[in-house]
């Protein structure tokens, strides 16, 4: 079983996540929206999950494994429900601002968010795809969580590191936070390049997220059009989200069965 003291890892960054999200977040609950809470809720809650599933494997609980992983598809599609809900929100702030500091890095999160979630779906999907093939399928899904380290990281950058903080030089803390995870990614592939391919897909999307923020990001004809996103209803927006999340889980469980698995065995 691979990344035996995994769940330690990852409870180290959920950690972190904490630490890096309290001054601007967690100390302001009231000042966010309801798309920020629910975009939160949901990685943290995946975080969570990713430490009890490292465990139980780890500690030949499978059968509680296999019952807690269920929660998969209930948390997916909240996952990228807040995750379109927040993208959305940028936006519709963005379609108010579009010369001011501010408007302009929202802007390049036009590009950083997206790619994140959908480096998160194919990640997933290729997780359940391959589940019963264990060294890909423990990699795929821990993969899935390389995406909180960049946010994590420019945020703990901006918090110790004076010259990270003022807003002009905001692009250089994301830049900083883009290589920490594409540092620590690139290591987890070489530790094992043979069954390394969910974490070369992982650099893959986290080295077009740390380009695209610097350059098309900043093209000035691309805020009009993040801006228009706005301009979708919210609530087919989010329901389209939730049955996209519902069926990527669905597919991908489908799609990893052992041959020969009978169909009332999958549904149950």
Known sequence: ????????????????????????YFTKLQTHSMAHHAHAASSVLWIVLAIVQSWTAHHHRL?????????????FPFFLVG??????????TL??????????????????????NLAFALLFWLGLRHRYQVQLHARYMLATLLFV???????LLAMLIP???PDENFSYAMAGGNLIALAITLYLFRRASSHGRPFLIAAGFIAAQAIS?????RIPGWAPMFAAVSRVNLP??????????VAIAWHGWIAGARPGTPKAALAA
Do not use: C, N
């Open 236 to 245: 087919f927006l989010l329901f389209l989200s939730a049955i996209l999340g």
């Open 1 to 24: 079983m691979p990344f035996r003291s995994a769940w330690i890892y990852v409870l180290a960054l959920l950690a972190l996540t904490f630490v890096a999200f309290w001054p601007g």
């Open 149 to 155: 380290i960049s946010p994590v990281g420019f945020r």
């Open 63 to 75: 059968a509680l494994h296999r019952a807690t992983g269920r929660a998969i598809f209930l948390l």
């Open 213 to 217: 923020f610097d350059t098309l990001g």
């Open 83 to 92: 995750g379109m809900w927040v993208i959305h929100v940028e936006a519709a």
């Open 95 to 116: 379609a108010g601002d579009f010369t001011s500091i501010e408007g302009k890095q929202i802007a390049q999160f036009g590009f950083f968010d997206p790619l994140a």
């Open 163 to 165: 010259f990270f903080r």
